[in-house]
Structure formats: C-alpha cells, structure tokens
C-alpha cells in the first residue's frame, strides 16, 4: 500500500485568483486553501501521526479477518453498478469459494496465509527531511539477503557488516521521475539504503543513464532490490521500454519491473481539471504486458493511484465518464484517481492476461 502527503511540483509558484502564491506540495508541507500556502514545519508531525493513525487501523482490520479468503462475499462493491463488472466478480467469487470448499475436503485449508495478508507500505522519498529523521542504523534481520556474521566474531568491521541504514518510514521507497539525477541528494540518499528500493523510469531516461543510475543504488547487483517503475505515456511506451528492458539485461542487473499506466497520461480537461482517461491507462499496461512478453520478461507489479470511493476523476471506463462528469464528485487535491468500478476493470485486464498465457 502506498501513499504520501508530499508532492512533487513543476512549479514553486501558482495563478490563483489572479495572485501568485506558492505551490500546494502535500500537505506535510503546506496546506490546499490558498491561505494555508506557507510552509509549516509541524505538519511533518501530523502527518507522522495520521500515517501511524492509518497502519493502526489496517492492523486492526487485518487482525479481523478483512483479508480472510473464505468470505470473499463481504468484500462490498460499494458504488459499483455495473451488471457486467459485478458477475466478473461473482465468478472469480465463485472459483475462490469452490477451490477452498475442495481443501477443506482434503483437509488442506489449515494454513494461516488464507486468512490474513502480510501488508507492506511505501511511498515516494521525497521530502529528505522527513525520511533522515525516520532513518536509522539496525541489525540486518534473520532472513536478510546480507550475511550476519555469528555473535561471536571478534572482528570489528565483520560485527559493523551486520547492521546498516534502514528507513523506518516504510518498507519499500522510490525514487521519483524528476529527483532521480545522478548527482542529486535523492541518489546519494537511497544509494545508503538496505530498504527495497524503486526508481520512476520516464520518457526522458536514456538508457545508458538507466544503466548507471542502477550501478550507483545497487552496485552489489543484489537481485530484486531495485523495482523499476516505468510511467511513459500511452505514446511513448513503444519506443522506449524494450530498450530498457534490453539495457537493464545485459548490465547485469536482475530488477524487478513495475508499470505506473497514471502519471505518464495526465491531461487538463476544457473545465480546468487534472484528469486521466481510463483508455490512455488501459493501452499504456496493455502495451507493457505485452512488450515485456515478447522481451522474455516478466511484468512484476502495477503502480496505480486509486480510491474505494465513487469519485469522477478519471474519465472513460464502463461507465463513459466525461468531461462534464468530473466535476460531480471530484475531490482529490493533486492527482486524479481511478474510482473502484475502474480499478476493477484494470484488474480484470491483469488477470485476464495471465489467464490467457498460461499463469496462475
């Protein structure tokens, strides 16, 4: 699960109302109303505190049975209304229900990872600030991919191998499309990092910097510690990602890729709205899908800024959402973002495509 209260921003400054003020950057950093726009140094407080608020709540429902496979039926649909969409869901339902219904007639439906899910977290590190103070030096865990030298070693420097920086703000962090410079303080911060680490892959990343961006943050080539997260758009993704995929093979490195269809197709509507349309993200991860197949790779992930909740942010989907649309129920402050009708489509889209090659 990720999420952030920061943002990064084109500009440091905006037009509203006919005044420039200063950007809205997240809201651990200033506030959205116009008279909220300086900094505050005490919201990076709040906004610790509503991140611990919500990973307390998640644990608490987790610890409920909220993830438990054998009652896929209170899994509620919320807003959905699509006969078509509701079925596809039912027969998944059904195929669950019946696969667990034959384990427990063999009696194999005894173990603990039917009924909980383990929860990871992550966001963008953007704000250092923040992320240094949550950093801290601690004993590489039991099932580290790194050696722990025994308790007794009497070397000092092999003792000093078995700990390193770890950021406590989340288990896996990225690196974002416009923080990424070789040189800059975002690299030289996540290159310190035993965290899981991702990095956004834009249009204006040559390959050759790929390639050198991994040998900076990774140059142990660790396998699976770095997730590359691809965002290119729906017109660009063509000529760019089998180059990438090529490069990334033949340096060495064993990453894990991911696909962000949302931040590479985002468009201002003739109201003045941020939005995305549903069939730019739809032919962005087709396009993944199956260019990493004819590249014998394997797509790890999808990176997608969605909400439970009915909103009318994006447009297009089964319910034909439209321009005029988006302002009926639009409330996000940044980004615009999938409703649950529309997240499910993209998950039936996943899961078809691995049906249809062969995948479980």
């Known amino acids: 699960m990720a999420g952030q209260f920061a943002k990064p921003r084109s500009s440091p400054t905006e037009l509203v ?120 030096r601690l004993r590489h865990p039991p099932e580290s991919r790194i050696a722990v030298p025994h308790e007794d070693s009497a070397d000092r420097s092999a003792a000093e191998d078995a700990s390193g920086w770890y950021n406590t703000s989340a288990h896996f962090l990225w690196i974002g499309d416009r923080t990424r410079q070789l040189a800059g303080a975002h690299v030289e911060y996540f290159r310190g990092l035993e965290n899981p680490i991702g990095i956004k892959v834009g249009p204006s990343m040559e390959a050759g910097e790929l390639v050198q961006l991994l040998d900076v943050v990774n140059p142990r080539k660790e396998v699976g510690k770095v997730t590359l997260i691809t965002r290119y758009g729906e017109k660009k993704i063509e000529g760019l990602l089998g180059a990438h995929i090529c490069a990334v093979r033949d340096s060495g490195h064993v990453v894990v890729w991911q696909c962000d269809p949302m931040h590479g197709n985002t468009t201002s509507s003739p109201s003045g709205h941020k939005t995305r349309h549903f069939s730019s993200i739809h032919a962005e991860l087709s396009a993944t899908l199956r260019i990493h197949a004819a590249h014998a790779s394997f797509l790890g992930g999808v990176h997608l800024e969605l909400t439970g909740d009915a909103v009318t942010e994006c447009v297009g989907g089964a319910e034909g959402l439209t321009d005029a649309d988006l302002p009926t129920n639009y409330t996000s402050f940044c980004d615009p973002r999938l409703n649950e009708k529309q997240a499910l489509e993209l998950a039936f889209l996943i899961a078809g495509h691995y049906r249809a090659d062969g995948g479980d």
């Open 17 to 136: 109302d006919g005044k420039q003020i200063p950007s809205f950057r997240g809201d651990n950093i200033n506030g959205f109303d116009p008279s909220e726009r300086t900094p505050d140094p005490s919201r990076l407080v709040s906004a610790y505190f509503h991140s611990a608020a919500t990973l307390n709540y998640i644990r608490a429902q987790l610890a409920s049975g909220i993830a438990d496979l054998h009652s896929p039926l209170d899994w509620n649909l919320g807003h959905v209304q699509s006969a078509a969409i509701k079925a596809q869901y039912q027969r998944i339902v059904t195929s669950i229900t019946d696969s667990l219904r034959f384990m427990q007639t063999v009696g194999a439906d005894t173990a603990g990872q039917l009924q909980t899910v383990d929860l990871y977290t992550s966001h963008e590190g953007l704000l250092l600030e923040y992320e240094q103070s949550l950093t801290r």
